[in-house]
């Protein structure tokens, strides 16, 4: 079978690693920052990075529009970390952020506290285990009706903040739209979650 056409939103983030492995995960991966490219793609990735700077980047770029009326019109999404903020429908502590609402979720940015900013941890995605990187990461607060809950956090160490994570939902998907709140492009050779994205965009 043919490889799908990936594009992975290229303005800021882990646009390198995302590429790499959708290449692993059997697509034909491409960079995307400009309208024609977005049409061009049959699914979309949307990295990591800060998701108001990311917001303010897709206006600069005119891709705000646009890819709205992809989401809108059924086009695989997946999003990752400032992606996941970046897809939901209400951003909790995202100041003047707009999220794109592709995603009946509510998400707040930067939820694990400050002291535990980043953290790995092995998790149960979808029947299978993932190595999941976080960074400053948001994680789920409502889910609607139509969303499935794909992975918790487990339980973590006792920090000085006091953040309970245990049971936090930091993956869903909802249709053809997958979210993340941790990275797994920087785990390489695990493509639990991208082979899971690709096959979204083939049955689609
Ligand atoms: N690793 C990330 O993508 C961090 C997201 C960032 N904390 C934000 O709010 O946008």
Same mark, same amino acid.
């Given at each position: 079978m043919a490889r799908p056409e990936i594009g992975v939103l290229a303005l800021q983030g882990g646009v390198d690693e995302h590429l790499a492995a959708l290449e692993r995960s059997g697509a034909d991966p491409r960079p995307v920052r400009r309208p024609e490219e977005l049409a061009a793609v049959r699914g979309l990735v949307l990295p990591g990075g800060e998701s108001t700077t990311a917001a303010r980047l897709l206006d600069a770029f005119d891709l705000t529009a646009a890819l709205q009326e992809r989401l809108a019109g059924g086009m695989p999404a997946y999003g990752s970390c400032a992606g996941m903020i970046l897809l939901a429908s209400e951003v909790l502590g995202g100041g003047a952020l707009r999220p794109l609402g592709a995603l009946d979720v509510s998400? #707040?940015?930067?939820?694990?506290? #400050?002291? @535990? *900013?980043?953290? !790995?941890? *092995?998790? !149960?995605?979808? $029947? *299978?285990? @993932? #190595? %999941? @990187?976080?960074?400053? %990461?948001?994680?789920? !607060?409502?889910? $609607?009706?139509?969303? #499935?809950?794909?992975?918790?956090?487990p339980a973590g160490p006792q920090v000085a903040d006091d953040v309970d994570r245990a049971g936090r939902i930091v993956a869903v998907q909802q249709g053809p739209v997958l979210a993340t709140a941790f990275h797994p492009e920087l785990v390489g050779g695990d493509e639990l979650v991208h082979r899971h994205f690709v096959q979204i965009v083939r049955a689609r």
């Open positions: 998400v #707040r940015r930067n939820a694990f506290g #400050r002291q @535990v *900013d980043s953290f !790995e941890a *092995d998790l !149960e995605f979808a $029947g *299978d285990v @993932v #190595r %999941a @990187v976080f960074i400053r %990461a948001p994680w789920v !607060e409502r889910v $609607g009706a139509g969303v #499935r809950v794909l992975a918790t956090a």
